[in-house]
């Protein structure tokens, strides 16, 4: 089993409907969760991060984390052919164990907003 | 808008042959990161540097690729003799610190692709 797994889809939804993205992961010691967009032949661009639980928004994103499940969501409200990405979790310990900051990636999902 | 510089975007090689990859982090990132991702996978770690100190290269393959960062600023990964199961994306990334490792950012990459 991967620490993190994510289901590589694709996902199509039609424009302006709500998409909701999920991660799940094994390493309870996993402390910042982080979404990235990845256009098709791009670097992954950083959307947000989120320390420990809870919920944040920016825009028409909101993130969630659920430590207790180990689950985590990506929601996108109003969504936009633009949107249209592979859209990557990534996970990181907190540093007092020291060692590499490296992130941890789930495999991605591909996701189509159509028109 | 800051961000991370990389080249060549593309290269094509025979294996056996010597490949360079170029990175320039966004200024003032002292922290530095290359990452490996093969088609339909997520990002993995290879080397971290701090400044121009390795902070891990435990998943580097040492026998044939190597990573260095001079002065502490741009960087650059080789590989010799590359492979074909090489053929990959080389990001490079960056964070401002350590500390700020949650919030890395990506260049745009460099696909290999080994014949």
């Known amino acids: 089993q991967k620490e993190v797994e994510q289901d590589p889809g694709p996902l199509s939804v039609p424009e302006g409907a709500i998409v909701s993205l999920n991660c799940t992961y094994s390493n309870s010691a996993f402390q910042y969760f982080m979404w990235y967009r990845q256009y098709s032949r791009k670097g992954p661009e950083l959307l947000m991060y989120t320390y420990s639980s809870g919920n944040k928004e920016d825009g028409r994103f909101t993130a969630q984390v659920d430590k207790s499940s180990k689950y985590i969501s990506l929601f996108i409200r109003d969504s936009q052919p633009s949107d249209s990405a592979t859209y990557l979790c990534?996970?990181?310990?907190?540093?007092?164990?020291?060692?590499?900051?490296?992130?941890?990636f789930g495999k991605g999902t591909h996701l189509i907003i159509q028109p | 808008e800051a961000e991370v510089a990389q080249s060549p975007r593309y290269k094509i090689t025979e294996k056996s042959q010597a490949v360079a990859f170029w990175c320039d982090p966004i200024?003032?990132?002292?922290?530095l990161y290359w990452y490996r991702q093969i088609l339909g996978q997520g990002p993995e770690l290879l080397v971290q540097f701090q400044d121009e100190s390795v902070v891990d290269d435990s998943q580097l393959p040492k026998d044939r690729f190597s990573a260095e960062r001079l002065k502490g600023v741009d960087s650059t990964l080789k590989i010799q003799p590359a492979e074909l199961g090489d053929s990959a994306m080389y990001l490079c990334?960056?964070?401002?610190?350590?500390?700020?490792?949650?919030?890395?950012?990506f260049g745009p990459g460099t696909r290999l692709t080994v014949t």
């Open positions: 990534a996970m990181k310990t907190g540093r007092s164990g020291g060692g590499a900051d490296g992130l941890t």
């Open positions: 200024s003032g990132h002292a922290t």
């Open positions: 990334a960056s964070s401002l610190t350590r500390t700020t490792s949650y919030e890395q950012y």
